[in-house]
């Protein structure tokens, strides 16, 4: 009986294993990501990516930015419409923290403008 039962786990680790590798969704770099504890915002080459970023409706959110770029010009992230700024460590996961925000589209951009991304809160 036991043995039957370590079987079983076995194969619901494999199943798990191909249902992650393999069947899961995966967006093939997605413009649009929603919000969750795998998504990193890259800086990288001028873009941000995503650079459409979807959280939640008055809840509070986690953004992680991945700053690839040591130029000067990727060192801050602004969300003006939301008072959030951040400064953001090179090969580095930085994490903004978004307050409960209404519906609506924030821009957020580099300090030059330079990068640019939109964050939308639904
Ligand atoms: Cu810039």
Wanted: proline share 7%; aromatic share 10%; hydrophobic share 45%.
């Amino acid at each position: 009986m036991q043995a039957l039962w370590i079987n079983l786990a076995g194969l619901a680790a494999i199943v798990l294993t191909v249902w992650w590798f393999w069947l899961a969704p995966k967006g093939r770099k997605p413009q649009t990501v929603r919000v969750d504890e795998d998504l990193e915002i890259r800086v990288k080459d001028g873009v941000y990516e995503p650079e459409r970023v979807h959280i939640p409706e008055g809840r509070e959110a986690v953004l992680r930015f991945r700053r690839e770029d040591a130029s000067p010009c990727a060192e801050w992230v602004l969300f003006p419409d939301l008072e959030v700024s951040a400064q953001l460590a090179v090969d580095k996961i930085t994490e903004v923290t978004i307050p409960a925000t209404d519906a609506g589209e924030y821009p957020f951009h580099c300090q030059m403008q330079m990068y640019r991304g939109t964050l939308v809160v639904e």
